[in-house]
C-alpha cells in the first residue's frame, strides 16, 4: 500500500486511513487527491451479512479502490465496463467515482429486504410458545439494525460533504446523479427506521406473550391452591387428636367427610367458572 500510494501520489495520512479500519465514512481532499472512506455491505452464497470498509481515492485521471477482503458489490459496473454499456467508458473519473458509490449505497437495499423477510418470519412465530432462540434472533436483528443506522447515516453525511464542496472533483453533471444517490441514502435511512420500530414492536409483543403465558400459569395455579385450602381446613380439624369429637363417632362421618369434599371442590370449580378464571379468554 505504501508503495502504491507513493507511485500515485496518495498523502501518507489517506493511505493510514485505508490501513487503519473500521474507519467513519468521510470525505477529504489531499490536494488534487480526494479521499472517500464508505462501508460496503454484501449478501454471501450463505445470505450472511457481510460488512467491510471500502475505500476510494479519486485523482486526476484515475480512481483507485481498496477492498479488506475479495467480494463486492461492483460487479455491475465492471459488466458496463466490459460491455462499453452507456456512457461509463467515455465519461471522466469523477463518473465512475459516482457509479461506485451508488453500487455501495444500493447494495444496502437487498440486506434490508432480508431482514425485513426475517422480521416477518419472527412476527408470525412471536405469539408461538416461547423459545429463547426467537429472543435471540430479535436481538440479533436489532444490534445490526442499529449498526446499519449508523453506517448508513455517516454515508449520509459523507455524501452531503461531498455535494456542499464547490471545487470539488466532481463536475456539475455528476453532481445530478450524486444527488440522486444521496437521496437513496435518506431512504435506507427511513427504512432502517422503520425496520427498528417493527423490532421493537415484536420483542414487545413476544415480552408480552412469554407475560400473559406466565400470567395464565399463574393463574391456574393460584385456582388450585383456592381449592385446596378450604379442603385442607376440613382435613385439619378432623386431623386434631381431640377426644371429645361427636362427629368421629358416627357411623358413616367418614363417608361424609368426602361427600363433603367434593362438594366443597365442586362449589369452588363451579364459581371461578361462572367468573370466567377457568376460560382462556
Same mark, same amino acid.
Given at each position: 500500500l505504501a508503495a502504491v500510494g507513493e507511485v500515485l501520489g496518495i498523502h501518507p495520512l489517506a493511505v493510514a486511513d485505508i490501513v487503519h479500519t473500521p474507519q467513519r465514512s468521510k470525505f477529504e481532499a489531499f490536494g488534487d487527491r480526494y479521499l472517500i472512506v464508505l462501508q460496503m455491505g454484501s449478501l454471501s452464497?450463505?445470505?450472511?451479512?457481510?460488512?467491510?470498509?471500502?475505500?476510494? =481515492?479519486?485523482?486526476?485521471?484515475?480512481?483507485v479502490t481498496f477492498q479488506e477482503r475479495p467480494g463486492?458489490?461492483?460487479?455491475? =459496473?465492471?459488466?458496463?465496463?466490459?460491455?462499453?454499456?452507456?456512457s461509463l467508458r467515455r465519461a471522466g473519473p469523477d463518473?465512475?467515482?459516482y457509479a461506485l458509490i451508488d453500487s455501495i449505497v444500493d447494495g444496502y437495499f437487498p440486506i434490508?429486504?432480508?431482514?425485513?423477510?426475517?422480521?416477518?418470519?419472527?412476527?408470525?412465530?412471536a405469539l408461538a410458545p416461547a423459545d429463547r432462540t426467537h429472543l435471540q434472533d430479535i436481538h440479533a436483528i436489532r444490534r445490526l439494525?442499529?449498526?446499519?443506522n449508523q453506517i448508513v447515516w455517516g454515508q449520509r453525511d459523507a455524501l452531503s460533504s461531498v455535494l456542499r464542496t464547490e471545487e470539488g472533483p466532481f463536475g456539475s453533471?455528476?453532481? =445530478?446523479?450524486?444527488?440522486?444517490?444521496?437521496?437513496?441514502?435518506?431512504?435506507?435511512?427511513?427504512? =432502517?427506521?422503520?425496520?427498528?420500530?417493527?423490532?421493537?414492536?415484536i420483542l414487545e409483543v413476544h415480552l408480552s406473550s412469554v407475560s400473559n403465558r406466565m400470567n395464565e400459569v399463574m393463574k391456574t395455579l393460584t385456582v388450585m391452591a383456592s381449592i385446596f385450602i378450604p379442603l385442607t381446613f376440613v382435613a385439619g380439624v378432623y386431623g386434631m387428636n381431640f377426644r371429645?369429637?361427636?362427629?368421629?363417632g358416627w357411623r358413616w362421618s367418614y363417608a361424609g367427610f368426602w361427600c363433603g369434599i367434593v362438594v366443597i371442590a365442586g362449589a369452588l370449580l363451579y364459581w371461578f367458572r361462572r367468573r370466567g378464571w377457568l376460560r382462556g379468554g
Open positions: 452464497s450463505s445470505q450472511d451479512i457481510e460488512l467491510e470498509q471500502i475505500t476510494l =481515492v479519486l485523482g486526476p485521471t484515475w480512481v463486492d458489490v461492483f460487479e455491475p =459496473v465492471r459488466r458496463r465496463l466490459r460491455g462499453g454499456l452507456g463518473y465512475l467515482t434490508l429486504e432480508q431482514l425485513g423477510e426475517q422480521l416477518d418470519d419472527l412476527e408470525e412465530s439494525l442499529i449498526q446499519l453533471a455528476v453532481h =445530478v446523479y450524486l444527488r440522486d444517490t444521496y437521496d437513496h441514502s435518506v431512504q435506507l435511512l427511513e427504512l =432502517v427506521g422503520s425496520l427498528r420500530e417493527l423490532a421493537a414492536a371429645h369429637m361427636p362427629e368421629l
